[in-house]
């Protein structure tokens, strides 16, 4: 039981007092440090808190290591997304590029394929493009950019480098009219290379050819390419006109219904060769009679 103004007696001994506690822990401290700097014997103490520490550190850096990740990560993405961006932006400028670069390269080889067929030809060709079609939805006709004023005339054939395409039907001053072989009211007339065989190739309604009036047993196969004869005057004798592609025959019918394709492209190219006009004798047989006129002249002044 206590006195009134006096704290009870203790059970237990409270020990030293704080202030010689705090001067003992300095010195202990101090102790340590001096130990440590010169013997260095508590390195290995050190070493062992700061593994036991580490997964502490690395889960207190977490939030600063996830927000650096993550800024990383969106500037990333945002630099990505511009160049995708502009490769697409490039890749549209240049794709307009590259389809005119196939596209002049498929006509420059077209015209040096052209001009080696000019120079194959003993006439005198003239080079020309496809503006359009004729506006008749029924005949198979084009215009081409070369008229009167660049010496073309009516009559002259058509050709590229492949085989025959046509022939002049109408001139204008800048502008020509050609009508094409698978045009109805067109007749071509052929030879088959392989036996010599001469007929006329007439144009169909579908755009393909026919060989008409050829008997039922005549010598045609499929696969046989056809020339042109030349006895008609328009067209050079050797040029390539179509090629066999179907033969029907029937015992019921006197003649034979043979399906061809042209072997030019018809209605594919945008150039064209304009051959020059046949003359009506070679230049030999004139240079001849010219020869002979004088001899003949000098003989009857001899008779006389």
Known sequence: MSVVGHPPPPFFKRGPAPLARLAVFVLLSLALLVL??????LELARQGIAVALYPLQRAAYTPVDLYEHLGDYFSSLMAVQRENAQLKRKELETANWLLRQQHLDLENQRLRELLDMKAKQPVPGTLAEILYTARDP??????????SQHSIAAGQAVVDEAGVLGQVT???PLQSEVTLITDKNQAVPVKILRNGLRTVLFGASDGQLELR?????????PGDLLVTSGLDGVYL?????????????????SFARI??????????HGQVLILGLREALPPQIEEAASRD????????????
């Open 36 to 41: 440590d700097l010169k013997y260095r014997y």
């Open 293 to 304: 006129k004088p001899v003949k002249g000098r003989r009857a002044r001899k008779k006389e």
């Open 170 to 172: 109408r001139v204008f």
């Open 237 to 253: 004798p050797g040029l390539p006109v179509a090629k066999v592609v179907r033969v029907d025959r029937d015992a019921a019918y």
């Open 213 to 221: 009036f050829l008997a039922a047993n005549a010598d045609v196969q």
């Open 259 to 268: 399906v061809c394709e042209p072997v030019a492209g018809v209605e594919r």
């Open 138 to 147: 029924f005949s198979r006709r084009v215009i081409v950019d070369k008229g």
